[in-house]
């Protein structure tokens, strides 16, 4: 995806980049290219791959809710900041945390915010099911893209989410996750809102987003130790 399809691409999905936010994503992907020489970052390092499977697909969050209407977001799993610093460069408005577990990526996220000078973003070094029961119902949404499980992902990050906000999975082919969700949404207070399947640009592969609303107060037994939710998944 060259630039100009790029740009291109996000109009389709209302999205309108300024010449600042071009250079930020521009430097950021020098950063990624260059701090992937010495860590394990992506395996994808092409320009045009980049900004189609790593830029632009983190923007197809806006398809599912208005990243405008929101104030703070969680990216689980963020590994090199996809789609968590995509979004704070592009929504500026958004209060967003980055959460993983590799101390090292935090590391480079941490060099990618001083870079670009972002603010109201932080990059955080903690396992998910801990981070979600030390921050309780302070997040508007939470998101993970490509991490684990849809069961597994909403136990995980589900006490962070605020009461009436949406956990969304990113994903590619989901429909057998969604099918046996019923069990797991019902013991963690929550209801499948809706999916939207659409497929990347140029390349054609499968997108589905995932939203999920928290209806009420999630019970104190979750989210159980990853060790538990590994072996048994609600």
């Given at each position: 995806?060259?630039?100009?399809?790029?740009?291109?691409?996000?109009?389709?999905?209302?999205?309108?980049?300024?010449?600042?936010?071009?250079?930020q994503?521009?430097?950021?992907?020098?950063?990624?290219?260059?701090?992937?020489?010495?860590?394990?970052?992506?395996?994808?390092?092409?320009?045009?791959?980049?900004?189609?499977?790593?830029?632009?697909d983190?923007?197809?969050?806006?398809?599912?809710?208005?990243?405008?209407?929101?104030?703070?977001?969680?990216?689980?799993?963020?590994?090199?900041?996809?789609?968590?610093?995509?979004?704070?460069?592009?929504?500026?408005?958004?209060?967003?945390?980055?959460?993983?577990?590799l101390?090292?990526?935090i590391?480079?996220?941490?060099?990618?915010?001083?870079?670009?000078?972002?603010?109201?973003?932080?990059?955080?070094?903690?396992?998910?099911?801990?981070?979600?029961?030390?921050?309780i119902?302070?997040?508007?949404?939470?998101?993970?893209?490509?991490?684990?499980?849809?069961?597994?992902?909403?136990?995980?990050?589900?006490?962070?989410?605020?009461?009436?906000?949406?956990?969304?999975?990113?994903k590619?082919?989901?429909?057998?996750?969604?099918?046996?969700?019923?069990?797991?949404?019902?013991?963690?207070?929550?209801?499948?809102?809706?999916k939207?399947?659409?497929?990347?640009?140029?390349?054609?592969?499968?997108?589905?987003?995932?939203?999920?609303?928290?209806?009420?107060?999630?019970?104190?037994?979750?989210?159980?130790?990853?060790?538990?939710?590994?072996?048994?998944?609600l």
């Amino acid at each position: 995806m060259s630039e100009i399809e790029f740009l291109n691409a996000l109009k389709d999905i209302n999205i309108i980049l300024t010449n600042d936010q071009l250079e930020q994503l521009n430097t950021y992907y020098e950063l990624l290219i260059e701090y992937n020489k010495v860590m394990n970052l992506t395996g994808i390092t092409d320009k045009k791959d980049v900004y189609l499977k790593h830029f632009y697909d983190s923007l197809t969050l806006n398809k599912i809710i208005d990243l405008t209407s929101i104030d703070t977001l969680c990216d689980i799993g963020t590994g090199a900041g996809f789609p968590g610093v995509v979004l704070k460069i592009v929504f500026p408005n958004l209060k967003i945390t980055l959460v993983d577990s590799l101390n090292k990526r935090i590391n480079f996220l941490n060099t990618v915010i001083d870079n670009l000078k972002l603010e109201n973003i932080e990059a955080i070094h903690e396992r998910a099911e801990v981070f979600s029961i030390n921050n309780i119902e302070k997040y508007d949404v939470i998101t993970a893209r490509a991490v684990a499980k849809l069961n597994i992902l909403l136990e995980l990050s589900v006490q962070a989410i605020k009461i009436n906000g949406y956990f969304i999975a990113m994903k590619s082919n989901v429909e057998e996750e969604i099918n046996n969700i019923d069990k797991t949404l019902e013991k963690l207070k929550c209801k499948f809102i809706n999916k939207i399947e659409f497929k990347l640009p140029i390349e054609n592969s499968n997108r589905t987003l995932v939203r999920i609303e928290k209806l009420d107060k999630t019970p104190s037994t979750y989210p159980r130790k990853f060790e538990q939710i590994k072996k048994k998944p609600l």
